[in-house]
């Protein structure tokens, strides 16, 4: 069905709807393509990347099925250089190192915290023969410490999710090439 959307679809501007007619198409962040015959339709933000094709009324001179719609045959291993949604290799490899980062900033944030909350636990072992007002301010402390950590711990766990379980599973649904997903040095 994903492959004979973008077909039908290609079909239908290809032949064209009245001499001089342009259609409009670009990708909004979720990857989605869009088409329209009016410019005024295509939000803001995406008017830097619209693409234009203009229409003829002759007929379009036949082409090859593009190539993130090709099935290729048994026989034939055709590098896939597009996934289903249009994306390639740059899309999937920014958004690796997207999550990569967030792990690794909330990993670094997770360990501060944790050692701060452990920190104002021992200060406030090592508080047994001071004022009372003291020890309620150290404990204030620690549970406010201690829910920033429990915070960054879930962000640390988010992120290895998305890389280790939902951009593999995305990958797959949007046959995309797997190897997309193995971050390449810069």
């Known amino acids: 069905m994903r492959i004979i959307f973008p077909l039908i679809l290609w079909i ?12 409009y198409r670009w990708v909004d962040e979720k990857g989605v393509v869009h088409f329209t015959d009016d410019l005024t339709k295509v939000p803001e933000r995406y008017q830097d990347q619209v693409k234009t094709k203009k229409l003829t009324k002759e007929p379009p001179s036949p082409s090859p099925i593009p190539a993130e719609v090709a099935v290729p045959r ?18 999937w490899q920014a958004k690796v ?10 990993q670094k944030n997770y360990e501060t915290a944790y050692s701060a909350w452990k920190a104002k636990e021992r200060e406030l072992e090592e508080s047994k023969f001071k004022p009372d007002s003291l020890k309620r301010r150290i404990r204030a402390e620690i549970k406010i410490l201690e829910e920033k950590t429990m915070g960054w711990e879930r962000q640390v766990e988010e992120a290895k999710t998305m890389l280790e379980k939902v951009l593999p599973k995305q990958a797959e649904d949007y046959k995309a090439n797997p190897n997309w997903l193995k971050l390449k040095e810069r």
């Open 12 to 23: 239908i501007v290809s032949s064209g709807m009245a001499t001089g007619q342009e259609i």
């Open 97 to 106: 190192r997207e999550w990569n980062d967030k792990l690794k900033e909330a």
């Open 74 to 91: 048994e026989s034939e291993s055709l590098p896939v250089t597009k996934d289903l949604l249009g994306r390639g290799e740059e899309w």
